[in-house]
């Protein structure tokens, strides 16, 4: 009873605790977080016990242990030092706003449990819709409230986002047609019989997100139907190789539904030539998504929407609320240009949901929704078109700023330029560069395997010390031939990140790479490099 009804007292640990965020959010991450790293294997020890507890426990005793042993030892992702990853830092708003969210539990499966919550979802989905699309008043006027058809799905992030996209377009290309029932009742196997084909395809470039592969096996037509088409030197698809792959679909009697644009890619940041691509989707009268989880808000930018050019003339697009909308974790959505297009997901109960009723549970691949379209709405409204452009703005032009520093510094190399606020780049001082320019495949193999191991280490070692973290990945630069080498990669979205925070991070890699350059593992790596220096050396005397 008294945990339904009578709160903590102001003193509690709880109570304290509370208030501590309230007041100072950053402070409090600040301050609780343990920034040196600390074994997984130790922390798993906190959380062996598969016990549940028979007696209560303390609401301050469990609060306590909450401090010490998870809030103690999680990721400071709010840091402006911690620039490896998509999660960044969130507005303070968000905290108590969230507590009201919560408080209230409303459930979106239905407008019998959320009710202003369903109409604040559409319109947060006609928001989006019409930074994509754009719209006129009267088709929103007409759309947004519609109790057959929606602008889109509101769902926990990206990857749902993908699956949904990918569900309708693959029960639209094998829809009901005469005595068939079409794929979503009939299933794949009577579909591939009535469509006359010996398999189902979608194509998207090897930069794609693996949540697409996972789509690919959900919706039944297998993993390796997800086919990845080759890309440029700047990670962008390459329409010819597109055109030549759905050439081959077709002798293989392999029916593509989909064709996935890029704009942002997770691990470089790159746009795929969003253009060409609807015209090809257009041409072979195919469904065109866009992937835009994390690129999508570069649209609020006057300055930089038209590197998303095309993306207007997409079938579908995702965006994540969680990455650069600045909400907290779990929030992601899905826009589709024509309102009658989620109608081919469209499932329906007697006890809920029924045909007709706005319940926006028909057309969601979850059931149970929380109200995270709420946190949404607000950051919309709060951050506003020119504050989001603010934000967008100024994480390309650090980016921008930090790979032009990158690229004149003698001992690191830029691998990706950012097209956004992503790049990678390793460390590689001027002399290896120079050698591996002149070096036959074999030596060329050896020195980058040596890099490789070294970016990994310096990685591993940023991180364990807990002042600064990016994170890593392996690419394939036609420079090297084919080769692939492990690279940092940053990802600028923390307004707090300054020039000042960066150049710190590079320096701190310095210094570990200038101790990892003892231990015996990298003893050739060494040699190569003191008799590259030698050379420069005594070039200069010349
Ligand atoms: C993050 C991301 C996803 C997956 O989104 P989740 O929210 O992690 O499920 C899909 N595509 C791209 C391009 C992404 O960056």
């Given at each position: 009873?008294?945990?339904?009804?009578?709160?903590?007292?102001?003193?509690s640990t709880?109570?304290?605790?509370?208030?501590?965020?309230?007041?100072?959010?950053?402070?409090?991450?600040?301050?609780?977080?343990v920034?040196?790293?600390?074994?997984?294997?130790?922390?798993?020890?906190?959380?062996?016990?598969?016990?549940?507890?028979?007696?209560?426990?303390?609401?301050?005793?469990?609060?306590?242990?909450?401090?010490?042993?998870?809030?103690?030892?999680s990721?400071?992702?709010?840091?402006?030092?911690?620039?490896?990853?998509?999660?960044?830092?969130?507005?303070?708003?968000?905290?108590p706003?969230?507590?009201?969210?919560?408080?209230?539990?409303?459930?979106?499966?239905?407008?019998?449990?959320?009710?202003?919550?369903?109409?604040?979802?559409?319109?947060?989905?006609?928001?989006?819709?019409?930074?994509?699309?754009?719209?006129?008043?009267d088709?929103?006027?007409?759309?947004?409230?519609?109790?057959?058809?929606?602008?889109g799905?509101?769902?926990s992030?990206?990857t749902?986002?993908?699956?949904?996209?990918?569900?309708?377009?693959?029960?639209?290309?094998?829809?009901?047609?005469?005595?068939?029932?079409?794929?979503g009742?009939?299933?794949?196997f009577?579909?591939?019989?009535?469509?006359?084909?010996?398999?189902?395809?979608v194509?998207?470039?090897?930069?794609?997100h693996?949540?697409?592969?996972?789509?690919?096996?959900?919706?039944?037509?297998g993993?390796?139907?997800?086919?990845?088409?080759?890309?440029?030197?700047?990670?962008?698809?390459?329409?010819d190789?597109?055109?030549?792959t759905?050439?081959?679909?077709?002798?293989?009697?392999i029916?593509?539904?989909?064709?996935?644009?890029?704009?942002?890619?997770?691990?470089?940041?790159?746009i795929?030539?969003?253009d060409?691509?609807?015209?090809?989707?257009?041409e072979?009268?195919?469904?065109?998504?866009?992937?835009?989880?994390?690129?999508?808000?570069?649209?609020?930018?006057?300055?930089?929407?038209?590197?998303?050019?095309?993306?207007e003339?997409?079938?579908?697009?995702?965006?994540?609320?969680?990455?650069?909308?600045?909400?907290?974790?779990?929030?992601?959505?899905?826009?589709f240009?024509?309102?009658?297009?989620?109608?081919?997901?469209?499932?329906h109960?007697?006890?809920?949901?029924?045909?007709?009723?706005?319940?926006?549970?028909?057309?969601?691949?979850?059931?149970?929704?929380?109200?995270?379209?709420?946190?949404?709405?607000?950051?919309?409204?709060?951050?506003?078109?020119?504050?989001?452009?603010?934000?967008?703005?100024?994480g390309?032009?650090?980016a921008?700023?930090?790979?032009?520093?990158?690229?004149?510094?003698?001992?690191?190399?830029?691998?990706?330029?950012?097209?956004?606020?992503?790049?990678?780049?390793?460390?590689?001082?001027?002399?290896?560069?120079?050698?591996?320019?002149?070096?036959?495949?074999?030596?060329?193999?050896?020195?980058?395997?040596?890099?490789?191991?070294?970016?990994?280490?310096?990685?591993?070692?940023?991180?364990?010390?807990?002042?600064?973290?990016?994170?890593?990945?392996?690419?394939?630069?036609?420079?090297?031939?084919?080769?692939?080498?492990?690279?940092?990669?940053?990802?600028?979205?923390?307004?707090?990140?300054?020039?000042?925070?960066?150049?710190?991070?590079?320096?701190?890699?310095?210094?570990?790479?200038?101790?990892?350059l003892?231990?015996?593992?990298?003893?050739?790596?060494?040699?190569?490099?003191d008799?590259?220096?030698?050379?420069?050396?005594?070039?200069?005397?010349?």
């Amino acid at each position: 009873m008294r945990i339904f009804t009578v709160p903590e007292a102001p003193g509690s640990t709880l109570n304290r605790l509370d208030r501590d965020i309230s007041a100072n959010l950053a402070g409090f991450l600040q301050e609780h977080i343990v920034a040196e790293e600390t074994d997984l294997a130790i922390i798993e020890r906190d959380f062996h016990d598969t016990e549940i507890p028979e007696a209560p426990v303390f609401v301050s005793e469990q609060t306590r242990f909450l401090l010490d042993k998870v809030v103690a030892q999680s990721v400071h992702t709010a840091s402006p030092n911690f620039v490896g990853h998509m999660t960044s830092a969130l507005p303070y708003f968000m905290i108590p706003l969230s507590k009201i969210m919560i408080a209230l539990n409303q459930n979106l499966v239905k407008t019998e449990t959320s009710k202003a919550f369903t109409p604040l979802e559409r319109q947060v989905l006609g928001m989006l819709h019409r930074l994509i699309y754009g719209q006129s008043d009267d088709f929103y006027d007409h759309w947004l409230h519609h109790s057959e058809n929606r602008l889109g799905a509101f769902c926990s992030g990206g990857t749902v986002a993908n699956i949904t996209a990918l569900w309708a377009a693959r029960n639209r290309t094998f829809g009901p047609d005469g005595e068939f029932p079409g794929i979503g009742r009939s299933g794949v196997f009577g579909a591939m019989r009535h469509y006359d084909c010996d398999g189902a395809a979608v194509l998207v470039s090897e930069r794609g997100h693996y949540s697409l592969a996972k789509a690919a096996d959900v919706l039944g037509i297998g993993r390796d139907q997800m086919i990845a088409v080759e890309t440029d030197a700047y990670n962008r698809v390459r329409p010819d190789a597109l055109i030549a792959t759905l050439k081959r679909l077709k002798r293989q009697r392999i029916r593509p539904f989909a064709l996935v644009g890029i704009a942002g890619t997770t691990e470089t940041g790159n746009i795929d030539p969003l253009d060409s691509l609807a015209d090809i989707a257009a041409e072979q009268g195919i469904h065109f998504h866009v992937d835009a989880a994390w690129g999508g808000p570069t649209l609020f930018s006057d300055r930089y929407r038209p590197r998303l050019a095309g993306i207007e003339r997409a079938d579908s697009v995702t965006i994540d609320a969680h990455k650069q909308l600045y909400v907290p974790m779990g929030a992601g959505m899905v826009l589709f240009r024509e309102p009658s297009a989620l109608g081919s997901i469209e499932h329906h109960a007697q006890y809920i949901i029924r045909q007709g009723s706005k319940d926006l549970g028909s057309t969601t691949l979850e059931g149970s929704r929380p109200g995270m379209a709420m946190l949404v709405q607000s950051a919309l409204k709060i951050i506003g078109r020119q504050g989001y452009a603010m934000l967008i703005d100024n994480g390309i032009q650090l980016a921008r700023r930090f790979a032009d520093r990158i690229a004149v510094l003698d001992d690191f190399e830029l691998i990706t330029e950012p097209e956004l606020n992503i790049l990678t780049y390793r460390w590689a001082p001027t002399g290896l560069q120079a050698l591996l320019g002149e070096a036959d495949n074999a030596l060329r193999q050896r020195i980058n395997d040596a890099l490789n191991r070294m970016t990994q280490s310096i990685q591993k070692t940023q991180r364990e010390r807990g002042n600064a973290f990016v994170s890593r990945t392996r690419l394939t630069p036609a420079h090297y031939g084919g080769q692939a080498i492990t690279v940092f990669r940053v990802v600028l979205a923390n307004p707090l990140t300054t020039d000042q925070v960066l150049r710190e991070l590079i320096e701190e890699q310095r210094q570990i790479a200038g101790e990892t350059l003892e231990s015996a593992d990298f003893a050739e790596l060494k040699q190569l490099l003191d008799t590259e220096h030698g050379k420069a050396r005594s070039g200069e005397r010349r």
